[in-house]
């Protein structure tokens, strides 16, 4: 029996890259994370691999043929510090490329880098330069592509790039071979009052979105200036939703969402006036 191809998950989080490899035939042997929650369900889902708690301290990267690494995004993000790459955070990415260097001949295949799209413009793409930068000096070739999660079914609007790099195959036949099966169209002026519509939060403060069946949970406490998702949408008991939508979508902020939600809660053009809306919403929907 063949001998499923070897995975060193880096920044790997919760497993995101490696669960979606292991899918295809790929069988993770190294993980690096540092965060303890994270840690757990590593142990969890990938018992077999040997796990590493902090990429500073990590001496090499054992011999794969794929390297994942969804590298720290909080010095890009919009949302985030601004230090750009050379923060304390995101900059971490610069230990993989020195460890990428010490491969000792056994270069991995396959390199699979993963951020948020502020990344090609952050610092005027001072992070692109430099992880394009390094690749070339390892003699990598590489491509990025900009992927929504919406075009694999998923129920929200989340942008992120994808880079493939490799020192002997060509990426862009990987990354560019084929599109999302049907366009996705999440236009607020679309309704169907026979369906429950979700709204959720996208990007920063002010993105949001919304999808059929989708009903994010809530949270409590959120941090200053960063809105949770609110927990609310439409169904067929909703007789006013078409007239709402305009509402919606000029919303930018927590305090025009939570004014027009309480107004919602109190029954307005609900099945009857004394019934909180949210208890009209399907199972599972609501606060956590």
Same mark, same amino acid.
């Given at each position: 029996?063949? @001998?499923?191809?070897?995975?060193?998950?880096?920044?790997? !989080?919760?497993?995101?890259?490696?669960?979606?490899?292991?899918?295809?035939? %790929?069988?993770?042997?190294?993980?690096?994370?540092?965060? +303890?929650?994270? @840690?757990?369900?590593?142990?969890? @889902?990938?018992?077999?691999?040997?796990?590493?708690?902090? *990429?500073?301290?990590?001496?090499?990267?054992?011999? /794969? $043929? /794929?390297?994942?690494?969804? %590298?720290?995004? @909080?010095?890009?993000? *919009?949302?985030?510090?601004?230090?750009?790459?050379?923060?304390?955070?995101?900059?971490?990415?610069?230990?993989? %490329?020195?460890?990428?260097?010490?491969?000792?001949?056994?270069?991995?295949?396959?390199?699979?880098?993963?951020? &948020?799209?502020?990344?090609?413009?952050?610092?005027?793409?001072?992070?692109?330069?430099?992880?394009? !930068?390094?690749?070339?000096?390892?003699?990598?070739?590489?491509?990025?592509? &900009?992927?929504?999660?919406?075009?694999?079914?998923?129920? $929200?609007?989340?942008?992120? &790039?994808?880079?493939?790099?490799?020192?002997?195959?060509? +990426?862009?036949?990987?990354?560019?071979?084929?599109?999302a099966l049907e366009e996705v169209n999440d236009s607020t002026r679309i309704a169907d009052a026979r369906l429950?519509?979700?709204?959720?939060?996208?990007?920063? $403060?002010?993105?949001? !979105?919304? *999808?059929?069946n989708g009903g994010p949970r809530s949270r409590a406490a959120p941090p200053s200036g960063f809105p949770r +998702? +609110?927990?609310?949408?439409?169904?067929?008991? /909703?007789?006013?939703?078409?007239?709402?939508?305009?509402?919606?979508?000029?919303?930018?902020?927590c305090r025009r969402i939570g004014r027009w939600t309480a107004r919602a809660s109190r029954g307005r053009g609900?099945?009857?006036?004394?019934?909180?809306?949210?208890?009209?919403?399907?199972?599972?929907?609501?606060?956590?």
């Open positions: 029996m063949l @001998q499923a191809p070897a995975v060193c998950g880096l920044f790997a !989080g919760a497993g995101g890259f490696e669960l979606g490899l292991k899918r295809a035939g %790929f069988a993770t042997s190294a993980l690096c994370e540092i965060n +303890p929650a994270a @840690q757990a369900v590593l142990r969890s @889902q990938f018992p077999s691999a040997k796990l590493h708690a902090d *990429v500073l301290t990590l001496d090499r990267i054992p011999e /794969v $043929q /794929v390297v994942t690494a969804g %590298f720290p995004c @909080q010095d890009l993000s *919009v949302r985030g510090a601004k230090a750009g790459i050379d923060g304390s955070r995101s900059g971490l990415v610069k230990r993989m %490329f020195d460890l990428l260097a010490d491969t000792r001949g056994a270069a991995p295949r396959w390199l699979a880098l993963e951020n &948020v799209p502020n990344m090609l413009n952050t610092q005027n793409g001072a992070a692109m330069r430099l992880i394009t !930068g390094r690749l070339n000096d390892l003699g990598y070739r590489w491509a990025y592509r &900009v992927v929504d999660a919406r075009a694999f079914g998923l129920p $929200q609007r989340r942008l992120r &790039v994808i880079l493939l790099a490799s020192p002997v195959e060509d +990426p862009c036949a990987a990354l560019y071979a084929d599109n429950a519509y979700g709204f959720y939060w996208t990007e920063g $403060q002010t993105g949001l !979105g919304w *999808v059929v +998702p +609110p927990p609310f949408g439409f169904g067929r008991q /909703v007789s006013w939703e078409r007239r709402t939508f305009g509402i919606w979508s000029a919303c930018k902020g609900g099945a009857s006036s004394g019934t909180p809306f949210a208890s009209r919403l399907p199972p599972g929907w609501g606060a956590a």
